[in-house]
């Protein structure tokens, strides 16, 4: 059964996609970027940023019935590869016992306040 999650950002609803789709034991996350929901607002970092972006990600999960560490495949992408020095360090916190397979991309993003946006898939493990 599918089953579509939402953050309630304006963005959602404008461009017609979903935080996440939850199908069977798979759940897709569309690419998140850095903002803070609750303010609508972009930090200036990209630590604060990337941050952000996992926590938009774990709720997203958590509401569809997975945790962090169902996660199997990440892709980051960054839009100067000096951040790789500084994303790695976050990205080792959250993901280092979990190790999905993962690339990281540099590139540019939709709005120039962005630094970072990752997308991530999880497969629901027997718990």
């Known amino acids: 059964?599918?089953?579509?999650?939402?953050t309630g950002s304006p963005f959602e609803k404008t461009a017609g996609y979903?935080?996440?789709?939850?199908d069977g034991d798979w759940c897709f996350v569309s690419g998140t970027t850095g903002y803070d929901y609750e303010t609508m607002k972009m930090p200036d970092t990209v630590e604060e940023q990337t941050r952000n972006?996992?926590?938009?990600?774990?709720?997203?999960?958590?509401?569809?019935?997975?945790?962090m560490a169902d996660v199997v495949r990440a892709h980051y992408y960054i839009t100067d590869e000096a951040y790789v020095d500084s994303v790695?360090?976050?990205?080792?916190?959250?993901?280092?016992d979990i190790r999905p397979a993962a690339t990281m991309i540099v590139c540019g993003l939709n709005k120039p306040e962005m630094k970072i946006e990752i997308e991530v898939t999880a497969l629901r493990r027997n718990r």
């Open 53 to 67: 972006c996992l926590s938009t990600i774990q709720a997203a999960l958590q509401e569809g019935g997975f945790e």
């Open 1 to 6: 059964m599918r089953r579509l999650i939402s």
């Open 18 to 22: 979903s935080r996440a789709v939850v």
């Open 88 to 96: 790695f360090p976050i990205l080792g916190e959250v993901f280092g």
